[in-house]
């Protein structure tokens, strides 16, 4: 089955963002800890893709070795998987852009691993504000790539964002189907 890979830094909204995917409430926890998500979990969607849920990277309060091992895993996964259909960057849409997010798009770029931005908490921030951070996200990526990725603005609190992401998904099955048949 395709899979479809969410993953970003610790706290970034991830847990959330799944829960509001999946139509579940604790389907994966949510926590203020660093560090608690630290498995690969997959779910299975609608009985044709699956959604992985990669550990977050950048933790702050974690000793280099920690960082080391997080990044053995990560990149172990991106190497092997070939169900893999497109990475979801998520990022918080309150920061201006941030080096260690703009360093992992780099690496998925140069390794020819699509992915998607998916830019969270989108209820904290007036329309301006977000359109300036996309706009400065877009000005940084087309520096180094020729188009911008795709980028879904969403808020997991005020359920925003969340069709755009799931059609977007349903598209992409539904291309590689008919492409397949
Ligand atoms: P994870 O560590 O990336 O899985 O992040 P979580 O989903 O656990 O969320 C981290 C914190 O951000 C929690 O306090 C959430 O309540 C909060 N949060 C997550 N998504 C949103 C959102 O869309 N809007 C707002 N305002 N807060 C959010």
């Not at 959330?16 to 979990?41: C, D, E, H, V, W």
């Not at 849409?93 to 998925?108: A, K, V, Y």
Request: hydrophobic share 35%; no cysteine; glycine share 4%.
């Amino acid at each position: 089955l395709p899979e479809y890979a969410f993953i970003g830094r610790s706290n970034v909204g991830k847990s959330s963002l799944i829960n509001m995917l999946t139509n579940r409430k604790s389907l994966a926890k949510t926590s203020g800890r660093p560090g608690k998500t630290q498995l690969i979990n997959h779910f299975l969607i609608n009985k044709n893709w699956h959604l992985v849920d990669l550990p977050g990277y950048g933790y702050a309060r974690v000793s280099k070795s920690t960082k080391k091992v997080f990044q053995k895993f990560i990149t172990e996964y991106f190497s092997k998987r070939e169900q893999l259909v497109t990475a979801f960057v998520l990022v918080d849409i309150r920061h201006e852009p941030q080096s260690i997010d703009l360093e992992f798009m780099q690496w998925l770029g140069e390794n020819g691993i699509p992915f998607s931005i998916i830019f969270t908490k989108a209820d904290k921030l007036k329309p301006k504000a977000i359109e300036n951070h996309v706009e400065a996200y877009q000005n940084i990526l087309l520096e180094t790539w020729e188009d911008m990725p795709n980028y879904f603005v969403t808020s997991s609190s005020k359920e925003i964002g969340k069709d755009d992401v799931l059609n977007y998904i349903d598209q992409l099955n539904e291309n590689m189907q008919l492409s397949s048949n």
